[in-house]
């Protein structure tokens, strides 16, 4: 080894040497009362060894609490983005059920007010849209199949469907069968007539029932 290096080791073992005994230096500098001891690099040594073992404690604790905060906060990061992701898809249900509600209580308003708004019907013109009741799908009545049924003149038939189909309660299909037009309900006249059947219902049950009088019990002569 060249004496180049070797002096250069010493500097270096010199200058950790009174790095190492700079903070007991300093508590004997500030405190001579420590200084109990004849050796002052004995008691410089001591305290510094004190000293810089606290301070690696306090730097291993504060890393620990660096780390123990870090975990806290990303926890709670974590959680705070889930609870929000899960309050925004409440939300967002909640508001798709209220506008679905709304939506369905608008159509059902306007349907209660597109049939309300009906003028009343002639005797005739019920029979006819209610000839229509039952039809099976894409099944179509002409006015002269309403006509034998209804056992009725097709002129007076034909006009009621034509003031039906007014009222947008009847739909017509042109040349349905034999040159004549073919006519089924529409979805205003199965409204209507749904709201017929309801009304028919509550007046039925207003009305007042005949109450059976209770039957007298003659007394029966037994034998003795």
């Not at 009621?160 to 004549?180: C, F, M, N, P, Y």
């Amino acid at each position: 080894m060249s004496a180049d290096i070797q002096s250069a080791l010493i500097e270096v073992a010199l200058w950790l040497y009174h790095g190492f005994l700079v903070p007991g230096d300093q508590l004997r500098s500030r405190f001579p009362a420590l200084d109990v001891a004849g050796d002052g690099r004995f008691v410089s040594g001591l305290l510094s060894a004190a000293v810089w073992l606290g301070a690696i404690l306090l730097i291993v604790w504060f890393c620990r609490l660096v780390r123990h905060v870090d975990r806290t906060l990303t926890a709670f990061v974590v959680r705070l983005y889930e609870e929000s992701q899960r309050a925004l898809r409440v939300a967002a249900r909640r508001l798709t059920i209220a506008l679905r509600s709304y939506a369905l209580e608008r159509q059902a308003r306007a349907t209660r007010t597109e049939v309300f708004e009906q003028p009343a019907l002639t005797g005739l013109q019920l029979e006819v849209l209610q000839s229509h009741v039952g039809l099976p799908p894409a099944h179509l009545l002409t006015p002269s199949d309403i006509a034998r049924t209804l056992e009725m003149r097709s002129a007076d038939v034909e006009q009621a469907l034509t003031q039906l189909r007014k009222l947008s309660l009847v739909a017509r299909s042109i040349g349905a069968g034999d040159g004549e037009d073919g006519y089924r309900l529409s979805r205003a006249g199965e409204v209507f007539l749904a709201a017929c059947s309801r009304a028919q219902r509550v007046n039925d049950a207003s009305l007042p029932q005949p109450t059976a009088r209770p039957k007298r019990l003659e007394p029966t002569l037994g034998r003795m």
